[in-house]
């Protein structure tokens, strides 16, 4: 398997292990073993354990972290939409 495919394989494995993450809106992006994050999480904390969760992964020798922290309203909103959807 190519190492950039394998290292992004288990950059995501990291990602989804680990609970203080909600990795379904990151991205994992790799050329030549550069691992680059990237999307929206809900908070800084999450931005923060995603990172040390992708800094988890065997191999992986430089991280880029562009994953941004939603802004609190379309935080308000999510939280509305989900509220209505569960009533």
Same mark, same amino acid.
């Given at each position: 398997?190519?190492?950039?495919?394998?290292?992004?394989?288990?950059?995501?494995?990291?990602?989804?292990?680990?609970?203080?993450?909600?990795?379904?809106?990151?991205?994992?992006?790799?050329?030549?073993?550069?691992?680059?994050?990237?999307?929206?999480?809900?908070? *800084?904390?999450?931005?923060?354990?995603? *990172?040390?969760?992708?800094?988890? @992964? *065997?191999?992986? @020798?430089?991280?880029?972290?562009?994953?941004?922290?939603?802004?609190?309203? *379309?935080?308000?909103?999510?939280?509305?939409?989900?509220?209505?959807?569960?009533?």
């Amino acid at each position: 398997m190519n190492p950039d495919i394998q290292l992004r394989h288990d950059v995501f494995a990291q990602l989804n292990w680990d609970p203080a993450v909600n990795a379904c809106d990151i991205d994992v992006r790799v050329k030549d073993g550069v691992v680059t994050l990237l999307g929206k999480v809900a908070d *800084e904390a999450q931005r923060v354990a995603a *990172e040390c969760a992708a800094r988890r @992964t *065997e191999g992986l @020798t430089t991280l880029l972290n562009g994953l941004t922290v939603r802004p609190l309203r *379309e935080r308000a909103l999510d939280a509305a939409a989900s509220s209505v959807h569960s009533a």
